[in-house]
Nanobody
Framework: QVQLVESGGGLVQAGGSLRLSCAAS??????MGWYRQAPGKQRELVAA???????NYADSVKGRFTISRDNAKNTVCLQMNSLKPEDTAVYYC?????????????WGQGTQVTVSS
């Protein structure tokens, strides 16, 4: 089993910055990332990073958000700069384990990010 503990988030004015952190306990993790879900919208990928350091970003956050990872500590961080009101959402940490039995996804409890205009 994998448990994810998130920290960070909160209220910030447009143009400001926030940093989200997520620590995973348990088994070896392959990819980690952040998703978000705004009211009335589907959950969407924000950024992801593999154990090898390859990253993937949503077009809407490229150049503003940076994902990083510490494999030794099984932690992932999301540095969010130049925040916009449309970034307001609940952000969820995600961890992926790939085993001989298939791929398993794990989720954090979510942390609210609110950007005021």
């Amino acid at each position: 089993q994998v448990q994810l503990v998130e920290s960070g988030g909160g209220l910030v004015q447009a143009g400001g910055s926030l940093r989200l952190s997520c620590a995973a306990s348990g088994s070896i993790i392959n990819a980690m990332g952040w998703y978000r879900q705004a009211p009335g919208k589907q959950r969407e990928l924000v950024a992801a990073i593999t154990s090898g350091g390859s990253t993937n970003y949503a077009d809407s956050v490229k150049g503003r958000f940076t994902i990083s990872r510490d494999n030794a500590k099984n932690t992932v961080c999301l540095q969010m700069n130049s925040l916009k009101p449309e970034d307001t959402a609940v952000y969820y940490c995600n961890a992926v384990r790939i085993t001989g039995y298939g791929q398993f996804d794990y989720w954090g409890q979510g942390t609210q990010v609110t950007v005021s205009s």
